[in-house]
């Protein structure tokens, strides 16, 4: 906007303002900060499965065998949730955090997705375990029902946390730059190596996996993910929840097979979707929902 002149009473264009940019995205987190969040999630996961990785034994003796319920596997885990977080403290402080975190509120979506999850992910577990020659539907793999509810608890706070950096920061920068398909695809490929540490440790729940097929199915799912994130208007809540029934305890061990039934969806998804994933006319490029 003109500022006048104090000294001779004209006005000057004020040069640190596009007013062609409206005023809430002057407020919005920057592309650029996709670098420092990817810096902050591959080195603090990495690092950590790192050491344990080229230091076995000092690690282990200081802190124990690394499992998939270890603190600092916990983590390593963490790292996406937490370097989304900082990117959106240090953009948005205190009032971004909050209103950022009411995106985990937002629960519409068209029934479909629903269906999905309450129908479509146990029919592909399970299809895909039979396909790999197990029984059907198989032993339940818990002792106790506390035994259950344990797993659940732990399954909630673990994998799905991730989502409030992946799906909460990463995707709608890269769709500020890229249609939501090849958003979608960039972060699978990105989010799948992210997991590639974890495959080279026997302690955990990747250690006993190929990470060919796992790598693929990230970046099927990454794509579904992509979709519901945008007819979800950009919530956190659905994403979590999908990882949430990826990594379900109850669900029997059908890899590699469940892997191609998420290829197959994911293909369903794209051919369904294509106008809104080739168009980005539903994509949701907001960080932190200031209205």
């Known amino acids: 906007m003109p500022r006048e002149n104090e000294r001779d009473g004209s006005y000057r264009r004020m040069p640190d303002v596009d007013e ?3 005023a809430d995205d002057r407020r919005q987190v920057p592309f650029k900060m996709l670098l420092p969040f990817l810096l902050v999630s591959f080195g603090l996961a990495w690092g950590i499965l790192a050491l344990f990785i080229f230091l076995p034994d000092q690690m282990t003796g200081a802190f124990g065998e690394l499992t998939g319920q ?11 949730a937490i370097a989304g977080m900082v990117v959106i403290a240090y953009c948005g402080g ?10 985990f509120l937002k629960w519409r979506c068209p029934i479909g997705w629903y269906g999905l999850f309450l129908i479509g992910i146990p029919t592909v577990f399970y299809g895909s375990s039979v396909l790999k020659g197990n029984p059907f539907p198989g032993p339940f793999p818990f002792a106790s029902f506390r035994t259950l509810l344990a797993a659940l608890f732990f399954t909630a706070i673990k994998g799905p946390f991730e989502e409030f950096g992946w799906r909460g920061v990463a995707l709608p920068l890269l769709q500020r730059r890229f249609k939501p398909l090849w958003a979608g695809l960039f972060l699978g490929v990105i989010w799948g190596g992210w997991h590639l540490p ?3 440790l026997s302690g955990t729940p990747q250690g006993a996996w190929s990470f060919a097929p796992f790598f ?3 970046v099927a799912v990454s794509v579904i993910v992509t979709q519901l994130f945008n007819d979800s208007r950009g919530s956190i809540l659905l994403p979590a929840l999908f990882h949430f029934q990826l990594n379900n305890p109850i669900w029997p ?5 469940d892997m191609v039934g998420f290829v197959l969806i ?3 998804v794209v051919w369904q979707k294509r106008s809104d994933m080739l168009t980005g006319s ?3 490029k907001e960080v932190i929902p200031w209205t």
Do not use: K, M
Request: positive net charge; charged residues 10%.
């Open 216 to 218: 693929a199915g990230s």
């Open 198 to 200: 974890a495959f080279l």
């Open 253 to 257: 061990d059908a890899q590699p097979y």
């Open 282 to 284: 539903n994509a949701v």
């Open 70 to 80: 270890h603190p600092l596997f916990f983590l390593a885990v963490y790292a996406p």
């Open 20 to 22: 062609n940019i409206p």
């Open 266 to 268: 994911a293909v369903l």
């Open 94 to 103: 205190y009032e971004g955090l909050r209103r950022y975190f009411t995106r």
